[in-house]
């Protein structure tokens, strides 16, 4: 991948104290400079993650971008994104990349929604594509991938990763969420 290939990278911070949880956008050169933020929020417990990154992207006004890399598919408490709708805002691939193991988030959407709340959840979760495990310096992490094959995902993956197994622009939009938090919290 050449060194000024950008990605966009989203990842939340979320503070139970609030109803709001902040998702930072950090737009992350492959040779690892980082070349610009942005910030939107969605509701904790809501159904406006997905509106809140295709806005957090519109915002950015970044042609260059050629990868949207997400570090989860629920944020806010089961803010369930649709990415195929990230993807035809952006035209560009949507990767979520997630960093645990685990039997899928079925149980714990069952655990604290029910009815219309539950089900459309439930739905949104469904039409993800499936995840699949990519080995990163030595850790596994779990990609799904939209508006690209799997193989071209991995490789975005892995040619984004600098160290540690964290793809950097997750692993910068992670840090500027929770230094907004701090800062906007007393």
């Given at each position: 991948m050449k060194p000024g290939t950008r990605a966009l990278g989203v990842a939340e911070s979320y503070r139970?104290?609030?109803?709001?949880?902040?998702?930072?956008?950090?737009?992350?050169?492959?040779?690892?400079?980082?070349?610009?933020?942005?910030?939107?929020?969605?509701?904790?417990?809501?159904t406006d993650a997905t509106d809140a990154v295709t806005s957090l992207v519109a915002d950015l006004e970044r042609p260059d971008v050629q990868y949207v890399l997400v570090g989860a598919v629920a944020p806010a408490w089961y803010n369930v994104l649709d990415l195929s709708s990230v993807h035809q805002s952006t035209e560009c691939p949507v990767i979520a990349v997630t960093f645990e193991a685990s039997d899928g988030l079925e149980d714990g959407l069952r655990e604290a929604f029910d009815g219309a709340a539950l089900e459309g959840r439930l739905?949104?979760?469904?039409?993800?594509?499936?995840?699949?495990?990519?080995?990163?310096?030595?850790?596994?992490?779990?990609?799904?991938?939209?508006?690209?094959?799997?193989?071209?995902?991995?490789?975005?993956?892995?040619?984004?990763?600098?160290?540690?197994?964290?793809?950097?622009?997750?692993?910068?939009?992670?840090?500027?969420?929770?230094?907004?938090d701090r800062y906007a919290s007393p």
């Open positions: 139970s104290d609030r109803d709001r949880s902040t998702l930072a956008g950090a737009v992350v050169r492959a040779d690892g400079i980082v070349d610009g933020l942005a910030y939107e929020s969605c509701t904790v417990g809501g739905e949104a979760y469904r039409r993800l594509p499936d995840r699949r495990a990519v080995s990163v310096d030595d850790e596994t992490v779990y990609v799904r991938a939209v508006g690209c094959e799997f193989a071209t995902a991995r490789d975005v993956v892995e040619a984004f990763t600098q160290s540690g197994g964290r793809p950097e622009p997750i692993r910068v939009a992670q840090l500027a969420a929770r230094a907004a």
